[in-house]
């Protein structure tokens, strides 16, 4: 379910509203899981930074938010583009959504 959430949602455009309806649950509720998912995504990332280049959690979040600074986005957008090529990656890799 996070997975088809995170595609209807960033693929395919899909309100939150709809998304809700679509799984009969609220907008608020949709909303909530995206944002758990998110979350989940960010700190799988964040904990890999830290093992891969031996950063502290608080390096991680400041290379975090000036990548994100200067490509002219938020932390928030920064974080659903790595949502997004992590499943690209999946799918490429395992040829599953």
């Given at each position: 379910?996070?997975?088809?959430?995170?595609?209807?949602?960033?693929?395919?455009?899909?309100?939150?509203?709809?998304?809700?309806?679509?799984?009969?649950?609220?907008?608020?509720?949709?909303?909530?899981?995206?944002?758990?998912?998110?979350?989940?995504?960010?700190?799988s990332v964040?904990?890999?930074?830290?093992?891969?280049?031996?950063?502290?959690?608080?390096?991680?979040?400041?290379?975090?938010?000036?990548?994100?600074?200067?490509?002219?986005?938020?932390?928030e957008r920064?974080?659903?583009?790595?949502?997004?090529?992590?499943?690209?990656?999946?799918?490429?890799?395992?040829?599953?959504?």
């Open positions: 379910e996070d997975r088809l959430l995170l595609k209807l949602y960033y693929f395919e455009d899909m309100k939150l509203k709809d998304l809700g309806q679509m799984f009969g649950y609220h907008e608020a509720t949709a909303s909530r899981k995206i944002m758990r998912i998110q979350n989940e995504i960010r700190k964040e904990t890999i930074l830290q093992k891969t280049h031996s950063w502290s959690g608080d390096e991680v979040n400041r290379y975090l938010s000036e990548t994100a600074s200067k490509l002219g986005i938020s932390l920064l974080v659903g583009i790595i949502i997004i090529f992590a499943i690209v990656q999946e799918i490429l890799e395992k040829g599953v959504l």
